[in-house]
C-alpha cells in the first residue's frame, strides 16, 4: 500500500535540538501529519482531506521557526519553501498577488503530474501577520491588503483537490490575522508555542550546551538545572544567547587585547566555560 508522505527513517524526535515542545510537536504530528503517513486507499475510503495549513503563534524566539523546519526534516520530501510575510510585498500593484501565486507553482505542477504521489511541499510563512491583516483595517484606500489576503486564500482554498501542499504560517500577533485564514480547511490547526518551563528551560539548555559538554568544556561548577530556575521568562533563543555569551566571556580570558590582540595560548588547551560566565551572562 502507498503512502503520500513517509516518514524519513534517520528521523528521530530526541535528535531534532528543539527543547520543551514534545507536546506541541506531539499535537501537530497526530492532528496534521496522521492521515498523511497513512496508506492513500485508507484516505480515499475515509474521504477526507489532508490538513492544509497550521498557524504556529507565541512570543519571539520560541521556536517557532524551528520547528517548522524541522516538520520538513521528519517527512521524506522536499526543503520547505521558507518565506518572510514582509518580503512578499511589494510596492508594485499586483506583485505581491503574483509572488503569492509563485509559491504554489511547483507543487501545482507537481501534482497534475504525480496526482496523490506527488511529494510534499511545506511552504513556511513567517509574519504572516504582515500579509493577512483582518480585511477592512488596513485604511490606506487601496484595497491592496485585501486582495492578498484574497489572493492567498483562493491559493489555498481553490487547490481543494491538491493534496500535497502544507502552509505553515507563524506570528506573535495572532490577534491582527483575518479570521478567514483560520477557518477549517486553511491554517485550520492553531498552535500556541508559548515560553518554556523549567523543565523546557533545561531541555534548552541542554542542547545548546551539549556540544561543550561532549567536547570536555563545560566547566563542572556549571549546574543547568540552576540556570534553568534562574533564567525565569527567558525564550528559547534568549537561552540559545545566553550560552553563546558565556562561551564568549571564557574565550575572552584567553586573550589579551589592549592596543594588539594577544591570543594565551597556555590557557586554550584548559579552557572551560565556568559557572560565572553563566551568571555574567544571565
Ligand atoms: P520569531 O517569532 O521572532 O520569528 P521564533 O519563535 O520563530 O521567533 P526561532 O527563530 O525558532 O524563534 O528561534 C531562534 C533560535 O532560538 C533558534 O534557532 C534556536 O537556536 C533557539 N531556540 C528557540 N526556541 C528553542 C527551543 N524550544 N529549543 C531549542 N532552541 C530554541
Not at 522536499?78 to 510596492?91: A, T
Not at 501577520?129 to 484595497?143: E, L, P, Q, S, Y
Not at 506573535?172 to 491554517?187: C, E, F, H, K, S
Request: aromatic share 6%; proline share 3%.
Amino acid at each position: 500500500m502507498q503512502q503520500t508522505s513517509i516518514i524519513n527513517p534517520n528521523w528521530n524526535f530526541e535528535d531534532m535540538g528543539i527543547g520543551g515542545l514534545d507536546s506541541q510537536f506531539t499535537v501537530m504530528f497526530r492532528r496534521a501529519f496522521a492521515s498523511r503517513v497513512m496508506p492513500i486507499e485508507i484516505v480515499e475510503k475515509l474521504g477526507i482531506q489532508h490538513v492544509k495549513g497550521i498557524l504556529l503563534y507565541g512570543p519571539p524566539g520560541t521556536g517557532k521557526t524551528l520547528m517548522a523546519r524541522k516538520i520538513g526534516q521528519m517527512l521524506e520530501g522536499r526543503e520547505p519553501k521558507i518565506v518572510n510575510g514582509p518580503e512578499v510585498l511589494s510596492k508594485y500593484v499586483g506583485e505581491a498577488e503574483a509572488n503569492i501565486r509563485a509559491l504554489f507553482e511547483d507543487a501545482e505542477t507537481e501534482y497534475k503530474q504525480k496526482g496523490e504521489m506527488s511529494s510534499l511541499h511545506i511552504i513556511i510563512f513567517d509574519e504572516i501577520d504582515a500579509i493577512c491583516k483582518t480585511r477592512g483595517t488596513v485604511n490606506n484606500g487601496t484595497g491592496v491588503n485585501d486582495s492578498i489576503v484574497n489572493q492567498l486564500l483562493s491559493k489555498i482554498d481553490g487547490v481543494d483537490s491538491l493534496n500535497n501542499i502544507l502552509l505553515i504560517g507563524m506570528t506573535n500577533r495572532p490577534d491582527m490575522i483575518d479570521d478567514a485564514l483560520t477557518r477549517p480547511g486553511r491554517l485550520e490547526l492553531k498552535l500556541e508555542i508559548s515560553l518554556p518551563d523549567e523543565n523546557g528551560r533545561l531541555q534548552i539548555f541542554q542542547i545548546h550546551t551539549k556540544q561543550m559538554h561532549d567536547n570536555d568544556m563545560l566547566g563542572a561548577d556549571v549546574d543547568l538545572k540552576e540556570l534553568a530556575a534562574m533564567a525565569k521568562n527567558y525564550s528559547g533563543a534568549e537561552i540559545a544567547g545566553v550560552c553563546r555569551s558565556a562561551a564568549s566571556y571564557a574565550t575572552n580570558r584567553c586573550i589579551k587585547f589592549e592596543g594588539k590582540v594577544e591570543v594565551k595560548q597556555e590557557m586554550i588547551k584548559d579552557m572551560k566555560v565556568e559557572r560565572e560566565d553563566f551568571m555574567r551572562a544571565l
